[in-house]
């Protein structure tokens, strides 16, 4: 198999190399990336809708996607270059919600009109969307979600609670996932909306981290009265639609090129210091967990190129597992990057928030935080199944009261 890119693909990563190289310098002092980066203070807020300006004023936020709905119709590997690359630099300025999870569900399931309306702003980063899937008592059970949406004429009148609602306090839009009809269970009578975040009724509260920093929240909505033309795809069918948008979000080429980044950052730290009057990368058991590191960021890239290749093909069952075996080895080689720095790193490894602390102390922060990865985006028991069922074609349980 022969994984080498074309001149032409070769030309488009160094100009992407040379962008973000760029851009990054304008970054708010020790923007970490990721959801804290984003969404934890408004300097990191605002540099990240910076960002989105400026890949819109290029065109590449919406790489694949048709032009008249503001793409560049480039090819799947032109999309997996650009999101390995942006990884490598932990650039934020991609909307995972909006970019990665809504617009793919506009131009699956919406109509013409949503389309043309909705994704133009999407593609020029003038919009920032939120998910509102988890409730109280639905998370990766979610088609047991109770938020109702019930029509009214031309509106849908919205009631319930969502969770854990990501990014919340600075979004315009979220998509939301309410049963409309109120007798149904279970998947049946699931629909999914285009919410604008400024509808009277909607009330945002945050959840806090331990250490106060705000980057979940709880969202309610009272009587919220929603305009029938951001209902999605046919009333009552939003489980399927839903289903397609778990698969969009799990593919995670540039989470594997960032965390290479940080395998080769804590190498570097390996060789500048010493223990014991021995340098860290010399101990065999360094080592082996480096190697060990490397090996799963080298198998993680390669499965992001799989699932690039499988979406060329329009081969929904296989992106199905192979999304789902991505989101599984992501998130739990997050856990041991983070677990190994910190034993390599001693007792320097709990460092934060002090000139002292190896690698800016984000190992710490990391460690902290990776366990909510294996949570969040569908648990990974849930993935296990998925794999289990869809890609080894295993017989579902069914067990009795």
Known sequence: MDFSLTAEEQAFEKELEVFFEAEMKNAPPEFAGGLEGIYANEEGNNFHKYMAKRLGEKGWIAHAWPKQYGGMEATIMEQMIFDEVRGRYGAPGIDA????????????????????????????????????????????????????AIRDGDHFIVNGQKTWTTGGHYSDHMFLLARTDSDSK???????????????????????????????????????????????????????????????????????????????????????????????????????????????CEMGTTLGYKIGWYQSKNDAMNIIWSASSSKLLATELAQRLSQYATEIMGSYGQMEDDPEAPMGGHMANLYQFCKGMTIYAGTNEIQRNLIAWVGLGLPRLKFKP
């Open 97 to 148: 919600f909006g970019v990665g999870m809504f617009a793919p569900t506009l131009l699956v399931g919406a109509t013409e009109e949503q389309k043309e309306r909705l994704l133009p702003p999407i593609a020029k980063g003038e919009v920032f969307y939120c998910q509102g899937w988890s409730e109280p008592d639905a998370g990766s059970d979610l088609a047991s979600v109770t938020t109702l």
């Open 186 to 296: 279970r998947g049946k009578g699931l629909s999914v909306f285009n919410v604008d975040m400024s509808l009277p009724g909607i009330e945002v509260r945050p959840l806090l981290y331990m250490d106060g920093n705000h980057i979940y929240n709880e969202v309610y909505f009272k009587d919220v009265k929603l305009p029938a033309y951001d209902l999605i795809g046919e009333e009552g069918k939003g489980w399927d639609l839903t289903r397609q948008t778990m698969n969009f979000e799990r593919s995670g080429q540039g989470a594997y090129a960032g965390m290479r980044v940080i395998v080769d950052e804590l190498i570097g730290y390996m060789k500048n210091t010493k223990r014991g009057g021995k340098s860290l990368a010399d101990d065999p058991i360094n080592r082996k967990k480096i190697a060990q590191l490397i090996i799963d």
